[in-house]
């Protein structure tokens, strides 16, 4: 979809970037991911991966964290070493009052709360990080700092991008390696190749590299993604992992559409649902492959 170029001027409050480019500390992960004035990867996702009417939805009614969302956070919070305090309640699931009390309780003051047996296999996850050849020197102490904050406009559109890497390296002059970290139940290669496409990871990678590079954190060359899988069970088996160079390029096409997407949304005041780009006609609706092989 093409949008006309804009800047954020030409976008009326609220819906202006509330922030000036640049690297912030210390904003809390709600109030960041609860930021409706610029647009995340994330949302950059939603966008293409549903409908604006969805991707405007769940900004105007954010849902609570999943189950797994929970242990991710838990998880950068003990390995990354940064964030709310976790604290352990020792039951052996939630399932009971006095255990969904104790979680509120910790929620409400801040903490993350997290079970027993669900720190232990934290602890051994951070201690493989820690350990690992490759892993261990990317999220090394005093080389760089987690979850900073980065604003930066997108040059076509005037839309506000933010990113939260997890760990953004000191530049030392040297090509700046960014590591991700992804809590996974499988580290094989054939699970990583699924994950990134079901999640779209490609558009995750282009989206930081670009902020990164556009606030002139990494120099002249640019800099690399890696994404750092961990497995959420013993041994906590870690690969780490570069997307091919084409596989970024069709992210960053995919965040353009995205971005030009969501400048029109704005400038129109419209999030369009599912149906409308078929509007006047119904879409027309194909069997698949392997059922199209029955019929034959």
């Known amino acids: 979809m093409t949008a006309p170029t804009l800047s954020l001027a030409d976008i009326p409050l609220p819906l202006a970037a509330s922030r000036e480019p640049g690297v912030y500390d210390g904003i809390p992960i709600d109030e960041y991911h609860a930021d409706t004035t ?108 987690a979850e900073q904050s980065l604003y930066l406009p997108h040059g076509l559109t005037g839309v506000m991008r933010r990113a939260r890497p997890d760990w953004l390296p000191h530049f030392t002059g040297e090509r700046l390696r960014v590591p991700d970290l992804k809590t996974c139940a499988s580290a094989h290669l054939d699970a990583i190749e699924k994950d990134v496409a079901n999640y779209r990871y490609y558009q995750q990678a282009p989206w930081y590299l670009d902020v990164i590079k556009g606030l002139g954190l990494c120099g002249d060359e640019p800099p690399v993604f890696l994404f750092v899988f961990i497995e959420k069970d013993p041994p906590y088996l870690i690969s780490v992992v570069e997307l091919i160079a084409p596989y970024v390029k069709a992210g960053r096409d995919e965040n353009n559409t995205a971005l030009h997407l969501y400048a029109d949304c704005l400038a129109k005041n419209d999030w369009p649902d599912y149906m409308r780009p078929y509007h006047p006609y119904l879409p027309e609706v194909a069997p698949p492959v392997w059922l199209e092989r029955r019929f034959a």
């Open 38 to 145: 610029s647009l995340s990867v994330s949302g950059a996702k939603e966008l293409l991966a549903s409908c604006p009417a969805k991707f405007r939805y769940q900004q105007d009614h954010p849902q609570p964290p999943t189950p797994a969302m929970e242990f991710g956070t838990a998880a950068h919070a003990v390995i990354l070493g940064v964030g709310p305090e976790v604290v352990v309640c020792d039951f052996a699931s939630w399932k009971s009052v006095a255990a969904q009390d104790k979680k509120s309780e910790a929620l409400a003051a801040g903490e993350i709360p997290v079970l027993a047996k669900d720190m232990t296999r934290l602890e051994g996850m951070a201690a493989a990080i820690r350990n690992h050849e490759t892993a261990g020197p990317l999220f090394a102490p005093g080389s760089g700092k």
